[in-house]
C-alpha cells in the first residue's frame, strides 16, 4: 500500500469531540491533498499519535513498546530524560535501531507542545495506569514501566 506522513491534522473534530466528552479513537489512515484526495495512506501509529498530540498540545504522550523503555549502555532503565539528552543518546549511539523512531516520535510531540511523553512497556499489566497515575503532581510517572520524556 501507500505510505504517508502528517502533513496537517485536522484538530477541529478533534476537539469538538473531546469537548463534548467523546476520546476519539483514531485509525493512522491519511488522505492525499491535491491532485491525490482520494488516495489513503497508511501512517506509522507512533507518527500519527505523537503528531495528534502535539497539535492538540496534550498533557501527555503514551507510546507504548516492548522493553522496559529507553535503556543505557549497561541496559539500565533511565526513567526521565530531556529532548537534548534524547539527542545526546541518539548521537553516542546509546540509542539504536527501533526506538530512535520511538523517541524521535515522543520528542517530537513535546517540542510542538506536549507536556511530557511516556514510552512505556506495554508488557508490564496496568503499565499506562502506572505511569499516568503515579509521579504525584508533576505527573512524571512512577519511573518503574517506562521512561518519561520533556523539554
Known amino acids: 500500500g501507500n505510505v504517508g506522513e502528517v502533513e496537517v491534522v485536522n484538530t477541529e473534530l478533534l476537539e469538538k469531540l473531546l469537548d463534548i466528552g467523546i476520546c476519539p479513537v483514531v485509525s493512522p489512515i491519511g488522505t492525499g491533498m491535491g491532485d491525490e484526495k482520494d488516495v489513503a495512506y497508511n501512517v506509522n501509529a507512533d507518527v500519527a499519535a505523537g503528531r495528534i498530540a502535539g497539535e ?21 532503565l533511565l526513567p526521565s530524560l530531556s529532548c537534548d539528552e534524547v539527542d545526546g543518546l541518539i548521537e553516542d549511539e546509546t540509542i539504536t535501531g527501533g526506538m530512535i523512531p520511538k523517541v524521535s516520535y515522543a520528542t517530537g510531540a513535546v517540542k510542538l507542545g506536549v507536556g511530557g511523553a511516556f514510552i512505556t512497556d506495554g508488557r508490564v499489566p496496568h503499565a499506562l495506569l502506572k505511569e499516568v497515575l503515579a509521579g504525584g503532581a508533576a505527573g512524571t510517572g512512577s519511573g518503574g514501566g517506562g521512561t518519561f520524556v520533556s523539554l
Not at 492538540?56 to 539500565?76: H, P, Q, S
Open 56 to 76: 492538540l498540545r496534550a498533557a501527555r504522550a503514551l507510546f507504548l513498546t516492548d522493553i522496559a523503555g529507553v535503556l543505557n549502555k549497561n541496559m539500565e
